[in-house]
Structure formats: C-alpha cells, structure tokens
C-alpha cells in the first residue's frame, strides 16, 4: 500500500526558510510524478509544484516561482519542498501527492495517492 507522509512544516516569521519533505513507502516512485498541493482554510487546493520521478523534470504555480523549489531523492525515496522569503499568505495545509504517470499536471484529480497534510504557518 502506497503511503506518503510529511514533514517539516511549522510556525515561522515573515522572510523565512522551510524544507518540507515527504517520505514515499509502499511502491517505487518509478515513473510516476510527485507533486505538492496546499489548502488555505476556506479555499480550494491548490497547485504548487510537481516533478517527474525519472529525469527530474519541474513545474511550478507561476506564483511559486522563484521562491519554491522541487527536488527529489532517489536513495531515500523522498520528495522535497524548499520555500524561501515565506509570506503569510503562504499559511496553509502543504500535501504531498503522487501521479500514477510521467505527465506533470496541476490538476489535484490527477493525482492519485495523498499525504495527511503538514501544516505551515507564516505569522509575526
């Protein structure tokens, strides 16, 4: 059974740094594409950026661009959200989600396996 759990997220300033990781266990990543969602209360999920497990190939929310980067890593079957100069409308629920292909999409319905959530908030 395909589990994905994360990590990383907490309370921290305006201008700040995080690295949310999201451990993927029960199959290999193989050919699939890993992506990370968030969901602000009162709103919808929304796309933040995904990657193609095989050649590491990116894509990004245009608003996440710059600040937000994508990586994988083989050896400890993880996916990694670097968010840099956080804001607080950056404060939400962060999910890790996994796409039985090697398309990227932003679409959360193609996604087929989702983490439980881990929270991020950006607050003085």
């Known amino acids: 059974q395909v589990q994905l759990v994360e990590s990383g997220g907490g309370l921290v300033q305006p201008g700040d740094s995080l690295r949310l990781a999201c451990a993927v266990s029960?199959?290999?990543?193989?050919?699939?594409?890993m992506g990370w969602f968030r969901q602000a209360p009162g709103k919808e999920r929304e796309f933040v950026a995904a990657?193609?497990?095989?050649?590491?190939?990116?894509l990004y929310a245009d608003s996440m661009k710059g600040r937000f980067t994508i990586s994988r890593d083989y050896t400890q079957s993880s996916v990694f959200l670097q968010m840099n100069s956080l804001k607080p409308e950056d404060t939400a629920i962060y999910f890790c989600?996994?796409?039985?292909?090697?398309?990227?999409?932003?679409?959360?319905?193609?996604?087929?396996?989702w983490g439980q959530g881990t929270q991020v908030t950006v607050s003085s």
């Open positions: 029960g199959r290999s990543p193989g050919y699939w594409t």
């Open positions: 989600a996994a796409q039985n292909d090697s398309i990227l999409r932003p679409q959360v319905g193609e996604y087929d396996f």
């Open positions: 990657i193609r497990w095989r050649d590491g190939t990116t």
